[in-house]
């Protein structure tokens, strides 16, 4: 293995400030205010955790402590999440990168039904509703956060239809990867809401506890940016795939023997700073490792002809064989699993 990656890079560096939360929330469109969001607090606000095996991984800095709101979201409804670097008005805009500075890497959402979400630490298990990666490109490539930043830092996430109702807490999660080349290198971004779902159903779907699901050493958390690669492992569990939300992204899991796919690090201009130059890097983690390919999933059209999906209804993705046409506003694609009708 070639030392190729021990060499300096002014652009990770210059990333390095580029820190971001997540800090508004959206039922169905509308604006929650923040008032059940447990927003990261002080200077270091924006700051990401970065050891997996600390109980800040659940909710952030300060985020086991609950607040006052819960906001109400109906089962099936959609969910924004919102990201900028800062609280200030002029970081809101969108021209502004939600995450700047090369911080490209996964959006994940994870959920964990508790009894009083204002008073609910964290600790229970949490089970997954949405997780983007790598959407194409590699050395740095084009990323969910990438398209965060292009979308105004919104992220749609449906609640699952058929869950059961009650108190819940949201777990919103950007890993920022322009470090991760080193242990303890990936940068977590994350917040926690609190909702109360309503209607819904009876899953109660299993999940996983925090600390506990990460490890540094997962190739999806010890990850080397700046190579060619065609693919990249979300951490954590695979998304749930009940009660209507989007299609479980197990089903594009596709395991790569390492003879197939070139895994040669990519002669390249890009150099880069470790801030602990002895580190080793091995860059064989992932070669051998089921690769999670968001790319080059063939998309399923509608099987249902003459029924409109409803407005905020899914209207296509992955396995879908619902309704493609929108009964009103206009189909949007939230990712590959998952479309919907949007005003
Ligand atoms: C959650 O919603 C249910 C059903 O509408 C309601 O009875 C309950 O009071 C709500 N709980 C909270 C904390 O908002
Ligand atoms: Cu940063």
Request: aromatic share 8%; charged share 10%.
């Amino acid at each position: 293995m070639k030392a190729t990656g021990l060499v300096i890079a002014a652009a990770s560096v210059a990333g390095a400030s580029a820190h971001a939360i997540f800090q508004k929330l959206a039922v169905n469109g509308v604006d929650q205010g923040t008032s059940c969001i447990r927003l990261p607090q002080g200077p270091s606000a924006n700051f990401p955790v970065t050891l997996v095996s600390s109980n800040d991984i659940r909710c952030n800095v300060g985020g086991s402590t609950g607040v006052s709101g819960v906001c109400s979201v109906p089962a099936g409804g959609t969910i924004t999440v919102e990201m900028h670097p800062t609280y200030a008005a002029a970081d809101q805009s969108c021209s502004v990168e939600a995450i700047g500075g090369a911080h490209h890497g996964p959006v994940q959402v994870y959920l964990q039904k508790v009894a009083d979400a204002t008073t609910a630490d964290g600790s229970g298990p949490w089970f997954k509703i949405y997780a983007e990666g790598l959407i194409s490109g590699y050395n740095a490539g084009y990323w969910a956060t990438d398209r965060m930043n292009d979308n105004c830092g919104k992220v749609n996430v449906v609640i699952p239809a058929g869950l059961a109702p009650g108190n819940y807490l949201v777990r919103a999660e950007v890993i920022a990867l322009h470090a991760a080349f080193q242990t303890n290198g990936a940068q977590f971004y994350i917040t926690c809401y609190q909702i109360n779902v309503t209607g819904g159903g009876s899953a109660t779907p299993s999940g996983v506890l925090l600390p506990g699901a990460y490890s540094p050493t997962d190739p999806g958390i010890y990850w080397d940016l700046y190579r060619s690669f065609s693919s990249y492992p979300l951490p954590g569990p695979t998304v749930y795939s009940g009660g209507g939300s989007p299609a479980s992204s197990s089903t594009t899991v596709r395991t790569t023997t390492a003879t197939t796919t070139a895994r040669t690090t990519t002669p390249s201009s890009t150099t880069r700073a470790t801030t602990t130059p002895s580190t080793t890097r091995a860059t064989t983690t992932a070669t051998t490792t089921a690769r999670v390919t968001t790319t080059s999933s063939t998309t399923t059209t509608g099987g249902t002809t003459g029924i409109s999906a409803p407005l905020w209804g899914q209207c296509g993705g992955l396995g879908w064989t619902g309704p493609t046409n929108c009964a009103s506003g206009k189909c949007v694609s939230t990712n590959v699993y998952y479309s919907q009708c949007q005003p």
